[in-house]
Structures are given as structure tokens and as C-alpha cells.
């Protein structure tokens, strides 16, 4: 894979774990990559498979839930 | 909430309390601080974090950690160069939200209360101690405190565990035990309780990290004892850490490693090479505890802990001074928030008359209609400049310009400021915006301010989309500023594309029946009763006995020789006399429905010809429901009559023959527990064995006792009763799974055949007398279970919501537990959590209704099918499956819901919608996602 590969990447982030774990790297300044996009959820059992695919179809590279 | 702050003075009495408390300056004003970090990056002078137990650095102004409550930064004086040498005040001009104040003086305030708990928590075990292992002489000796920092993610490494001596990833590693514990040369002889579980922990995390660090961790008895934990032991040994029983004499330099010197039980000495050592240091009393002891005239017992009564375990000698958590006796996690609960529940009931008093309500213009227009108004924030150092802000806020729907949009430099505000619920009222997008931070901290807002401004709160282009892009994406600029505008755009498809939702409130229903009673219902009743509250008892009292009937007295009878006898008088507690005996729950605030359920009662049926409402339910002892096969028991469990030798030992106290006894712990009938340990039976052997011994000091047993679990101040009880005499042999004491008789003798791993030799007893500790099982768990649809764990005990931070409520709303339906648990523990869990039941019966959050699920009728997978899958019990016609229907009640949409994602006909979080709304979402790759695409090609 190239180098210059910068994958577009949806992200499902449940409010009360990973919306929260995003939050507090943040307060701790950790640094990642800026590829994601994220649609908070209450909870990943929110997220149909529906979801996922119609990701794939507007072009996500790969789909990350956390929860 | 008072922090930095110090308790100097207690004067008058229960009711009336004044508290002289002095404010230290923390220099920093506490409502102007955003938290953003600006000025300990500016900030010149390095400070020892103490947080992490000085294992990094950081600045004098500072915040001990990402979560820390208040989330204000502080000052240290001690090392700041303005307070120490009347130089620098860098901060004052970098902090934009102008926070910095150096004209903060201590201060002094006088606090009316009504009751005090005290919580101050547990302190460090003293370097004298630790200097016995090597700690200071070697870097690579550390306490457990320190490792935990260093296996933390977010801790000064990372998670990485390295040897402080040349850096190197420590391939052996040793954890000793009982450091500054069960030691009279540091005058600690009480058991910590919690550092067998913790070490186990840290050990679990480190082989996690990295499989091939071996780990040895050398004890004298392994104490996990606690709900559960003995399951974490096995996974530890599965895993390959290794357990040695063994007493370490010291740890000393070996060419560049450590040698550990220890010996073990058969009397053995070994020396072991190790990279590194962490010691599993105790929890000693808090530094300050005399100074507490003086301020509230409370008494503290001999090792510094508040001493408080085994059936008033959170009482204090002073009325209306209450102590919870490690300053009452070393505790973990669960047990001090249960304590704290039940604490919070006892000062509740000497403040009944107080309730309420002092409540503003407030009132808001009425909600508009938001008509067919939709019209959004986009704000995008600097925050200082913690956005704006890294995002274009302007770029961001032009991006929205032709957006469909977007009739409005700015920029702010603190969205979240007074006159911010302000502006905002003018801008809505102005433009008449019915949508808000705010993109600032995070919606977890700020949503609710800004939902305040527009119901300021006449719209429902549930028009506003927070976008977190700072905690999730400028703060994470530093280096980045075009990318993460980018990134902004996209989450923007789909925020936009959300909040199009906004409805206005209901915000609902549902009537709370004000009453309990406890199910159980013995102490642990019957101790809820009374708590609930000094808070006010009806509740009505359901006993499945012909009486009250349950299993406290059987014990005679405590280790701590409180007298058990005569207290019970008290405690049943106290409920019979109290108007606000019904008894139902002879009852059982054969039905029940709702939900909290409204349960309606079916009380059985009497047989035959009295048989009757009772419908009580209720608008919360108390499992108390309690447990019996274990009577396992292979040890004789009901077979010869020389064998008896603990209870029966209580009993006997409680009554008055001559000879009731046995010439010789051989007690065999964990009979049927810990693997064999029952896989768990029932934390109470190794107090029992050795308060038998004490009464033994009391009432014939020749007689011979052995107890044989896996680990004495005699921990927290019970250590003092073992130790007793060896000093008296009585032998303590251990064995191990492969060695397992044999109880059989030969013509008209009992023998009781062990390997005396002391002696190393097989031994062959006839004692006058067997004792078994058996274990608990709970009563009746798994009908309630179904009945009330409630999870059990695998050993068939009431799952709590949350093990740690949750542990008396179900994860059923309205639901608590207490008592041995939760866990076996000694006397002081069920008292505690039968007050805790009528606490948490009082909530909502003080509130008077429970508030639905907007966001609930929603079954549309007309789509719904009917097939109940939404109701089989949904973890709350929160859809019911109703008649409408003739047809079968999901319903969702609204009170018990908690959003998280299962059941939506689930529903195969879409007919399940998420108030805030539809399907249109996150497919609006994904689209707009998608939009940018569209044009990414075209401007590729």
C-alpha cells in the first residue's frame, strides 16, 4: 500500500465508553491521525448494519464502531 | 462542592452542626476556567506530580488528571515562582479567559449543617516499612501504587513497564504481599483487604502487555474474598502468574538484578533473581486521623481507623457524625460505595424535616412552534484559542455558507461564556432560528448548558447538535492544522445534515408511587424497612417465613462479640412498631408488572382454606431475599453426628452443657466451597471457624482445635481475632486441591485424614468432633430472576448494574438488592448495603417522579409486527408486549428506557425510532459523510 493512502473512515462512537474515551484523549493531548469522521450513538447497539453498508456505499474506506 | 480546602472545627450537636472549614487559595477562578491547559504549557517551572506519585513532572499550575472535579486547574504555591519568589506570572496574560488570580487569600467559612460524614479515606504505609524490602536502596523496588501509574495508559509511561535502574523491560517480576499488613513490627496487624485482588489485577494487566514476563507473587494467604474475585485468581493462574505461599525475609542487590530471599511454609529458604519488585503495600489509617478523632470527638480504634459497632457499622460515638469508606476499616472499591450510599442514606433521615427547602424552580418562555421551515443557525467556537490555534475557525464557519437550511451562522471566542449565552438566545430569537449546530466541544460536558439555552429562548431543548471540533480534532490533531480543518468542516456539514430532520420531543415526567416492596425479612429487609422509614417512605415486607428475622436468628453473637439475638429481638420489635412498615409473613411475590415509580405486584399469602392473594403498588422493589448454608456430600455430614457445621457448633457451643465445648475438634474449611459444589468462597466461614475456635477455647482452654483450611480469610480487623486464636493455641494447617482433608469412620471412630503440609506426612486424626464451614447459597434467586426478568451470575447471586459503582442496584430501573441475594457478606457488610440500597430506592421516592430523557425508543404501531424480538433483546425490560384489538404490540416504557437503541437497529419492519437519533437522521448523517468524497472523487479525476 502506498504511502500517500489516506483512507476516509467512518466511525460509530458510543456516548458513554469510546464518545467518552475520545473526549479524554483529547484532555490529554494524545495525537492520531485526522481520517476519522464520527456519528456519536447512545449506544453501538444502535448501529443497524444498514448503517455500515450505506458507509461503504458513500465512500468510507472502512467503518470503525467503539463501544 | 468546597475543594483545597481544610476541616477545622466541629461545634454543636446532631441537627445543628456548625463546620469551620478553611479555603485554601487555589488562584485560579474556578468559574472563569475553561480547563482548556493553555497555562501549564506556559508555565516555566517543573513541579513533582503527586498524582503520579511523583513518578513525572509536571508544572505548578495544574490539573491532577483529565477528570479531575472540579475541572479547574490550581496552583501549587509550594514551587510557583510568582508565590515563592514574587516573579514570572506568565499565566496571567496567556490564560484568555482572564482566571489567574493572585489576590486569593485562605479563607475561613462557618457551615450550618445538620450531620457529618466523615470519608477521608486511608494513607501510605511509612518508608521505614518499606525500606525493610529494599524500597529507595534499589530503583527497581516500587510500591504498588507507583506500578499502578505505570501500567496506566494514561499514567507518566503510557502503560510501559520499565525498570527505573537502566531502563530495560523487566523480565522477572515479584509481587510481595501484606507490605505495612498482618505485621506488628510496623504495628499493622489488620489485613488490608484489598491488596491480594489489586496485585492480581496489575499482574493480569502487565501479562496482558507483554505474555512473556513471568510473575510470581508471594503470599501468605490469598484474600480474595470479595464477589467474584476468586474467578480473577484462576484466570491469573491460567495465564501462567505464579502463586508461592512463602514469607519474603528480604530483597538485595544481585549483579544488576534483584535477589529475593524467602522462605517457605515447610520452612525452606529460597533465593529467587527478579528484575524487578513491586510490594503490595496495605492501606494504612489516614495521616490526619487524630486530628479528625479531635475535631468531631468521634473514638478511633487501636489502629487508627473510626471505630464503629459490627450492627452500627457506620455510626460513630459522636450523634450525627457518620464514617464511610476506607476510613472505616480498609475496604475496596464496592464496599465504599456502598458504604457512602447507605451513609448519604442515614443523613438523609436526620434531614427529613430539612428536605426540599431552599429549591428555586425555574420558568421558561413557552415552547414555540417550530413550523414547516427549517431554519439552522451555525456556531462555531474559538475557545480561546484551543481551537483556533490549530482549526481556520473562519474557514469552518464559511463552509456552512450555501448549506441547505443554514439560515444563519458565526463565530465566537467562547460559546460557552455568560454574554455568549446571551447573544446566543437573542441570535434565536432574532433570526428565528429552529435549529442550532454549536461546534465547540464536547456535547457531554456542554450540551446541557446549551439545551438550557434554547429553552431560554423559547425551543425545544432537543433542537440543539453539538460538533466536538475540540476535544476530538484540534486538541487530537495539533501538527495538522489544514487536515484537521478539513475535519471540522465535515463533522460540521454532518451535524448540519442531522439536525435538518430535528423534531421537537416531549419532555416527560411519570408520578412515582411513594413505597417500597422489600422481599425478605431478616436483617437485610428489615434494615432497609427502618432506613426507608426514617427517610418517611411506606414500604411493605414480604416474608416468606411465618416470622421476621431470617438467618441472624441462627448466630449467637459477632466476632467482635456483639450480641446477635438481642439485637434482632430489637430490631423486629422496632418494625412491628412502626406505622409506616406492613409485614406480610407466610408471603410470596407470585407476580409483578410496571415499571419504576409504578410496579403493581401479586402478593401470595397463607395455605389452604387462608390462602389470599394481596395487590400491592409500589413504586420500587428491595431484594433481601437472603440465602442458607450449603450442606455438601463426602464429609459425613447428616451421616454421623460428629459432624456439624459451624452454625450447629455455634449453637452448641452457645448453650449450656457441660461438655458442649468439644476436647478435640478438627474444622475443615471451604467443605463444598471454592471449586467443589459451590465455585465461590462465602467470605464469612473462615470468621466463623475462628470465632468457634475462640469460644472453644474459652470455655476449655485444653481443648485441641486444627483447622484445615486453603486461605484464612480473616481479613480487614479479623486478623486480630486469628491471630488470637493462634496465640491461644488452635492450629492452622493449610492444604492444598490435590490434598483434600478425608472425613470417614472406622467401627465407632471418626478419622479426618490430611497431609500436614507443615510436617510434610499424611495424618490420620480421631477428633471428638468435625466442623464444617460450609458455604451460602441464595434463596430462591432463580424464580425471582424470571419474575422480575433481573440477571443473576453464574453462581446464581442478583447481578448488580454496575459491579464497582453500582453495586445495590439492579440493572432494571427501580430494581436494588441487598444482602446474601447479592453476595455472602458477614453482618456489618449486610447492614450497610441494606441501608445503601434504601438510599438509592429513596431517590425517586423523595423526587416524587422520574423524568424520561426525550431520546427514548418509540414503536410505530401501525409497522410494529408484533415479534417481540425488541422485548426479548431490550437489557432494561423496558418494551412490553401489549394487546391493541387484536393484535400483538411493542410498547416501550418510556421511565425504564435508556436509549441506547437495541431494539431499533433490531426491528426488521423500521418501526422502532430513537427520539435524537433516527434512522433518517444518521443516514443524513452518513450522506453528508459521504458528500465530501464525492468531490473529493470529481477533483481527483
Known amino acids: 500500500m502506498s504511502d500517500d493512502f489516506k483512507p476516509r473512515i467512518l466511525g460509530f462512537l458510543c456516548n458513554w465508553c469510546c464518545y467518552a474515551a475520545a473526549d479524554a484523549a483529547g484532555i490529554s493531548r494524545y495525537q492520531y491521525p485526522p481520517n476519522l469522521r464520527t456519528i456519536r450513538v447512545m449506544c453501538t447497539g444502535r448501529v443497524d448494519p444498514a448503517f455500515i453498508l450505506r458507509g461503504f456505499v458513500e465512500g468510507a474506506d472502512g467503518i470503525f464502531t467503539g463501544g | 462542592m468546597l475543594t483545597n480546602a481544610d476541616f477545622l472545627a466541629l461545634a454543636g450537636k446532631q441537627g445543628d452542626f456548625t463546620a469551620r472549614i478553611r479555603l485554601r487559595p487555589r488562584y485560579i477562578d474556578t468559574d472563569s476556567c475553561t480547563a482548556c491547559g493553555l497555562c501549564t504549557q506556559y508555565c516555566p517551572r517543573h513541579h513533582v506530580d503527586p498524582y503520579n506519585e511523583g513518578l513525572a513532572l509536571t508544572r505548578p499550575i495544574h490539573i491532577d488528571y483529565a477528570q479531575a472535579v472540579p475541572a479547574t486547574y490550581y496552583i501549587d504555591p509550594e514551587s510557583c515562582l510568582y508565590l515563592q519568589h514574587d516573579t514570572c506570572q506568565i499565566c496571567v496574560p496567556v490564560c484568555q479567559s482572564h482566571a489567574i488570580n493572585f489576590n486569593q487569600q485562605p479563607e475561613e467559612l462557618d457551615l450550618k449543617v445538620g450531620a457529618v460524614i466523615l470519608t477521608p479515606g486511608f494513607g501510605r504505609i511509612s518508608g521505614k516499612t518499606l525500606a525493610k524490602f529494599g524500597y529507595e536502596a534499589h530503583p527497581d523496588v516500587v510500591t504498588s501504587i507507583e506500578f499502578e501509574r505505570m501500567t496506566s495508559a494514561s499514567g507518566p509511561f503510557q502503560g510501559e513497564v520499565k525498570c527505573f535502574s537502566d531502563g530495560r523491560h523487566p523480565h522477572r517480576l515479584a509481587f510481595i504481599q501484606c507490605v505495612g499488613s498482618r505485621d506488628l513490627g510496623c504495628d499493622n496487624g489488620y489485613c488490608s483487604s484489598v491488596c491480594c485482588m489489586y496485585a492480581i489485577k496489575e499482574a493480569l494487566v502487565v501479562k496482558e502487555h507483554d505474555p512473556d514476563v513471568e510473575i510470581t507473587i508471594y503470599y501468605m494467604d490469598i484474600r480474595t474474598q470479595g464477589k467474584d474475585f476468586d474467578k480473577a485468581r484462576e484466570r491469573a493462574e491460567a495465564m501462567g502468574i505464579k502463586f508461592v505461599r512463602a514469607k519474603v525475609a528480604g530483597v538485595t542487590p544481585w549483579k544488576n538484578r534483584l535477589q529475593l530471599t524467602y522462605s517457605t511454609l515447610d520452612g525452606r529458604h529460597e533465593f529467587e533473581p527478579v528484575d524487578m519488585v513491586v510490594l503490595s503495600v496495605g492501606l494504612e489509617s489516614p495521616r490526619d486521623a487524630a486530628g479528625i478523632a479531635d475535631i468531631t470527638g468521634i473514638e478511633l480504634n487501636r489502629y487508627d481507623f473510626a471505630k464503629s459497632d459490627t450492627l452500627s457499622p457506620l455510626t460513630t460515638r459522636r450523634a450525627g457524625v457518620i464514617v464511610a469508606g476506607a476510613f472505616q476499616g480498609p475496604k475496596d472499591i464496592p464496599e465504599s460505595v456502598t458504604q457512602a450510599s447507605a451513609a448519604a442514606g442515614i443523613a438523609a433521615g436526620l434531614l427529613k424535616k430539612q428536605r426540599g427547602q431552599g429549591i428555586v424552580h425555574k420558568s421558561y418562555p413557552r415552547e414555540k412552534d417550530i413550523g414547516d421551515e427549517v431554519r439552522i443557525g451555525v456556531f462555531t467556537c474559538h475557545c480561546g484559542i484551543n481551537i483556533s ?553
Not at chain 2, 770 to 794: E, F, M, R, Y
Not at chain 2, 853 to 881: K, N, R, W, Y
Not at chain 2, 913 to 918: A, I, K
Request: a negative charge; hydrophobic letters at 40%.
Open chain 2, 389 to 941: 490555534s490549530v482549526v481556520d475557525v473562519h474557514a469552518v464557519d464559511d463552509s456552512v455558507e450555501d448549506m441547505e437550511g443554514v439560515v444563519y451562522h458565526t463565530d465566537s471566542l467562547y460559546s460557552c461564556s455568560q454574554d455568549a449565552i446571551e447573544t446566543l438566545k437573542q441570535t434565536i430569537i432574532e433570526h428565528n432560528l429552529n435549529r442550532v449546530v454549536i461546534a465547540a466541544c464536547s456535547p457531554r460536558t456542554h450540551e446541557p448548558l446549551f439545551q438550557e439555552t434554547l429553552k431560554d429562548a423559547g425551543l425545544n431543548p432537543c433542537l440543539v447538535e453539538m460538533v466536538n471540533i475540540r476535544n476530538q480534532c484540534s486538541w487530537v490533531h495539533a501538527a495538522e492544522p489544514e487536515a484537521a480543518t478539513d475535519k471540522s468542516k465535515d463533522l460540521v456539514r454532518m451535524a448540519v445534515a442531522k439536525v435538518r430532520g430535528m423534531q421537537p420531543l416531549p419532555e416527560q415526567t411519570v408520578p412515582v408511587m411513594p413505597k417500597a416492596l422489600i422481599v425478605g425479612g431478616g436483617i437485610a429487609g428489615m434494615t432497609a424497612a427502618l432506613t426507608l422509614a426514617g427517610q418517611g417512605f411506606d414500604s411493605v415486607i414480604l416474608e416468606q417465613g411465618a416470622t421476621l428475622g431470617g438467618h441472624l436468628g441462627l448466630l449467637n453473637h459477632t466476632l467482635s462479640g456483639s450480641e446477635t439475638a438481642k439485637y434482632l429481638k430489637h430490631l423486629v420489635a422496632q418494625v412491628k412498631k412502626d406505622g409506616k412498615i406492613e409485614v406480610l409473613t407466610s408471603a410470596r411475590l407470585v407476580q409483578i408488572a410496571g415499571f419504576i415509580g409504578n410496579f403493581a405486584s401479586v402478593v401470595a399469602t397463607g395455605t389452604g382454606e387462608a390462602a389470599k392473594e394481596h395487590t400491592v403498588d409500589h413504586g420500587v422493589i428491595i431484594l433481601a431475599t437472603g440465602g442458607h448454608e450449603h450442606r455438601p456430600d463426602g464429609y459425613l455430614l447428616d451421616k454421623s453426628n460428629k459432624v456439624v457445621t459451624q452454625l450447629e457448633l455455634e449453637k452448641r457451643l452457645a448453650g449450656k452443657a457441660r461438655n458442649r465445648a468439644p476436647g478435640s475438634v478438627v474444622m475443615i474449611q471451604c467443605a463444598g466451597s471454592r471449586g467443589d459444589d459451590l465455585n465461590y468462597c462465602s467470605k464469612v466461614c473462615c470468621n466463623h471457624a475462628v470465632k468457634n475456635a475462640l469460644q472453644i477455647k474459652e470455655i476449655n482452654p485444653d481443648a485441641q482445635v486444627i483447622v484445615l483450611y486453603r486461605d484464612m480469610r480473616t481479613y480487614g480487623f479479623a486478623e486480630d481475632a486469628y491471630r488470637e486464636a493462634r496465640l491461644k493455641g488452635v492450629v492452622f494447617i493449610p492444604y492444598d486441591l490435590d490434598h483434600k482433608p478425608e472425613v470417614y469412620e472406622k467401627g465407632r471412630s471418626l478419622h479426618v485424614k490430611f497431609f500436614d503440609s507443615i510436617l510434610r506426612e499424611e495424618t490420620d486424626l480421631t477428633p471428638d468432633l468435625v466442623a464444617l464451614s460450609v458455604g451460602i447459597v441464595p434463596d430462591g434467586t432463580d424464580g425471582l430472576s424470571k419474575l422480575l426478568k433481573a440477571p443473576l451470575t453464574d453462581d446464581r447471586f442478583f447481578l448488580e448494574a454496575h459491579v464497582k459503582l453500582r453495586p445495590v442496584e439492579l440493572p432494571v430501573d427501580g430494581m436494588y438488592v441487598c444482602g446474601l441475594a447479592h453476595t455472602p457478606k458477614p453482618v456489618d457488610e449486610t447492614i450497610a448495603q441494606a441501608q445503601a440500597a434504601a438510599a438509592k430506592a429513596a431517590i425517586p421516592l423523595v423526587k416524587g417522579s422520574v423524568s424520561v430523557d426525550p431520546i427514548v425508543s418509540h414503536v410505530d404501531q401501525d409497522t410494529c409486527i408484533g415479534c417481540g424480538l425488541c422485548a426479548s433483546l431490550c437489557p432494561f425490560a423496558a418494551i412490553e408486549m401489549v394487546k391493541v384489538g387484536k393484535k400483538r404490540k411493542a410498547h416501550t416504557i418510556a421511565a425504564s428506557c435508556k436509549a441506547c437503541g437495541i431494539c431499533s437497529s433490531h426491528c426488521p419492519t423500521f418501526a422502532i425510532s430513537m427520539g435524537g437519533f433516527t434512522n433518517e437522521q444518521i443516514t443524513a448523517q452518513i450522506e453528508a459523510f459521504g458528500e465530501v468524497s464525492e468531490k473529493e472523487t470529481t477533483e481527483v479525476s
